[in-house]
C-alpha cells in the first residue's frame, strides 16, 4: 500500500548537503591512503589484502550493528542530535587511526568509524522529510551528488598528502570533521516534526529485525533485492577498487585519487544536474532498469581492461549508472510512512554494511589468490567479473518486479 504523501516540513537541504559533502571529504581523503598504511604492518601483498579486508569488514560489522539504531533514535529524538553525534565519532576516528602504531590500533579507529557513520542515512530521512513526494527523487540525487563532490576532492587531495606522508590525510580529515561538527551545531536545524515521531522499541535497534522488516515487505521484495545485489556489487568495487589498480596497474595513491576524483565528478554531474531530466525523459522505473545495465557491462569492462587509462574512460561513460541509488531509493520511499523513513533508510543503509562486511572478505580473497599472476592475465580482473554477475541478476529481478507490480508516481 502507497503511503499517505505527507507535507514538506519547513527547512534549508543546503544545511545536510554541507554536512554530507564535509563528511564525504573527510572520508574521501583517507580512500586512497588507507589499503597503503594497511600494507605497511602486513608485508606481503597476500597479507595486504587480507588484513585490508578485515579492516573494511570490521568496520561494516560496525555499521550493520548500529545503523538502524541510529536511524531510529532519529526517528525518536530527531535528525539533528545523531547527525552531530555521527560528525564526532568520525573526528575521533580519523584522528586515532592516524595516531595508530600498529594493525591493532587501526582496527579500534575502524571500530569506532562503523558506530558512527550515520551520516547518509539520517541525512537521506532529512531529506525526505523536508521534500515532497514529487521532488524527493531530486532530493535523494541532491544527497548523492553531495556524497560524490566529496569523492571529487577528497581522494585528490588525500592522494596528494599521502605522498607527503600516509597520515597526514588522517589528520586533515579529523579537522573537517570537527568543522562540520561545529556547523551542524549552529547551522542544521530539526527537520522531524514532534507530531511524525515514532516510539523507540528494542525491535527497532535490531538490525537482523530491521533487515526481516524489510523482507516481509512483500509489496517490494523484488525492489529491495535488486537494491540489494546492485549494492553488494558496488561495495565490492568500493573495497577492492585501490587493491586491484595497485596490483594490476601499480597506480600510486595519486593515480588513485585522480581516478576517484573521476567517480565523484561523475556522480555529481548526474545527481545534481542531470537526474531531473533523466527522470523526466526515462522515469524512475526504466532509468533504475537501464542504470543496471550500464553498471553490469561496466564491470565487465573494468575487470577486461589491460591499461590504466582504460579505467578512466569506463567511470566516464557509466554514467545511467549513478542514477541507480536515488531512483530505488524514491521507488521505496513513496511506500512508506512518515515516522519511519528514518528506520527505512537506516535499513537500507544495513544493507550496504552487510556489504562492507562480506564484500571485502571474498573481494581480498580473491585478489589474494590471483596477486601472483601476471599482470596482463584476464584473471586478475575476477572481482570485477563477480560484480558483473550481480548485477545481471539484479536487472532480471528489477524486470520481473516491474512487469508485476504498477510503481506509484
Known sequence: ???????ARPGNLNFVLICVFIDMLGIGLIVPVLPVL???????????AYWYGMMSAVFGLMQFLFMPMLGAISDRVGRRPVL???MAGMCI?????????????LFIGRVIGGMSSASMSVASAYASDISTPENRAKSFGKVGAAFGLGFICGPMLGGLLGGVDLHLPF???????????????FAVPESLAPGARAPFTLARINPLSALAKLARRTDIRGLLLTFTLATLAQMM????????TTFRFNWSTGQNGAALFCVGLTAAVVQAGLLGVLIKRFGEVRLSLLGLISGGITYLLYGLATHGWMMYVLILCNVLSFAIGPALQS???KNTPPGEQGELMGSLQSISSVGVIFMPLLGSAILGEVSHLASSDW???????????????????ARRYFRQHEVPA
Open 38 to 48: 594497511v600494507g605497511e604492518f602486513a608485508g606481503t601483498r597476500e597479507s595486504q
Open 237 to 244: 568495487l568500493q573495497t577492492t577498487w585501490v587493491l586491484y
Open 1 to 7: 500500500m502507497t503511503a499517505a504523501a505527507a507535507p
Open 171 to 185: 589528520y586533515v580529515a579529523g579537522a573537517l570533521s570537527a568543522a562540520n561538527f561545529v556547523y551542524g551545531y
Open 331 to 333: 521507488i521505496v520511499s
Open 93 to 105: 576516528n580519523f584522528l586515532s587511526t592516524a595516531w595508530a602504531p600498529n594493525l591493532a590500533c
Open 84 to 86: 552531530l553525534y555521527s
Open 379 to 397: 584473471r586478475v580482473g575476477s572481482t570485477f567479473y563477480l560484480c558483473a554477475a550481480m548485477q545481471a541478476v539484479a536487472i532480471v529481478v
